[in-house]
């Protein structure tokens, strides 16, 4: 291919070439002169729309796949409502099993310090869960205000062509600006996840996680009776309909209710192991970003960042990340030692270090990164 486009654009480059010469050499008529500096102006045109200092294989992979974020965007946008009753459906009907069916069961079984103990636990994690994520669907993620002119911008926006400031990226789905948008709209919360929810939605996907592994575990011995009732009762309607009869005592049989209550613990222990392991997974993956000081959207602009320095002999500083433990500290809002405890382990709804615009450590911090401007 390049050997017959060299063929065919070599007499076409010799015949421009004559034609400058003529035209600054015996002074050729307008007209032509005219031609050339329109193809010497196409040319460049050409080239600064194939140009691209930031192209590669991501660029390419975002435009090949820009019909599937236009698809995803509207579902979740009109269908985000649909997830939240979802959820808390979901998540009403796993408390209405405990309630209705556990619980009588282990009433009749457990010590009373062990009943104490699952009362008190089961209930402060169901707090904190309906907290988190009541707080999370609510909250704003932070919004940069509009209109100001002191305000440091660091890149151009690739969605509005417009500078922007740091750590500030562009939802599709809200058509705006978010302050340190985290990935952009969970279809399961409906809201961005920004500065001012960050905390609530990773709360909510730890504490979730916490009770439906505490729920499948402690559950694991009520699902393998509840399994082998049910084979119990499905062999015995499979012998009722085949009409064969019991030559010794034949299987117990079951009530209405109990019938219910099998299948409710084996539906419980089903669903929580199983979100138990996709949000186990997320809530894993969002606590090793914050122990580096970055939101998922930052960790590809900061690997992008890195490859570049690390081309020309240099390094790269994430200049937000203040260490693991301050990274915590600063995340979760702790100044001081009860803190753990009033804001970490109980309800809390105070607001999160900077007004995500300035991007200050806060005093206590011990270490500090080199000012690198990241985008």
């Not at 599937?68 to 009109?78: A, E, F, H, K, S």
């Not at 009433?107 to 169901?126: A, D, E, Q």
């Not at 960042?305 to 937000?320: H, I, M, S, T, W």
């Amino acid at each position: 291919m390049r050997g017959q486009r060299s063929l065919l654009l070599g007499p076409a480059r010799l015949c421009l070439r004559l034609l400058l010469l003529l035209g600054y050499r015996r002074r050729c008529p307008p007209l032509l002169r005219g031609l050339v500096q329109r193809w010497r102006y196409g040319k460049v045109c050409l080239r600064s729309l194939l140009y691209n200092s930031f192209g590669g294989s991501d660029t390419a992979v975002d435009a090949a796949f820009e019909p599937v974020y236009w698809l995803v965007d509207n579902v979740i946008r009109w269908f985000g409502v649909v997830f939240v009753v979802l959820v808390i459906v979901l998540t009403s009907s796993i408390v209405a099993i405990a309630y209705l069916c556990v619980l009588p069961l282990i009433l009749r079984t457990y010590s009373v310090p062990r009943l104490c103990w699952h009362f008190f636990y089961s209930h402060w994690n169901l707090i904190l869960i309906v907290f988190h994520y009541y707080q999370a669907i609510t909250t704003p993620p932070g919004y940069p205000p509009q209109g100001r002119n002191d305000i440091a911008m660091v890149s151009i926006c690739k969605k509005c062509i417009y500078p922007k400031p740091a750590r500030t990226h562009h939802c599709s789905i809200c058509n705006r600006w978010v302050l340190a948008l985290l990935s952009g709209n969970p279809p399961w919360l409906n809201n961005c996840v920004g500065h001012y929810n960050h905390r609530y939605f990773f709360s909510f996907c730890f504490f979730m996680t916490l009770g439906c592994v505490y729920c499948s575990y402690g559950s694991w011995d009520l699902f393998r009776e509840a399994y082998a009732a049910i084979e119990v009762r499905t062999r015995q309607l499979s012998s009722a309909e085949l009409g064969d009869t019991y030559h010794q005592t034949p299987p117990p049989t079951f009530s209405f209710r109990e019938r219910m209550t099998h299948k409710s613990l084996v539906y419980l222990w089903f669903l929580c192991s199983s979100v138990a392991l996709a949000l186990g997974a997320l809530t894993v993956w969002h606590a090793v970003l914050i122990s580096r000081g970055e939101t998922s959207i930052e960790r590809h602009i900061n690997k992008k960042e890195r490859r570049r320095l690390q081309a020309k002999g240099r390094v790269f500083r994430n200049p937000y990340n203040y260490g693991c433990l301050d990274n915590w500290k600063v995340f979760l809002g702790v100044d001081t030692g009860r803190h753990w405890l009033t804001r970490v382990l109980l309800p809390s709804s105070h607001l999160p270090h900077g007004n995500g615009m300035s991007w200050e450590p806060p005093p206590w911090v011990t270490a500090h990164s080199a000012s690198v401007m990241a985008v």
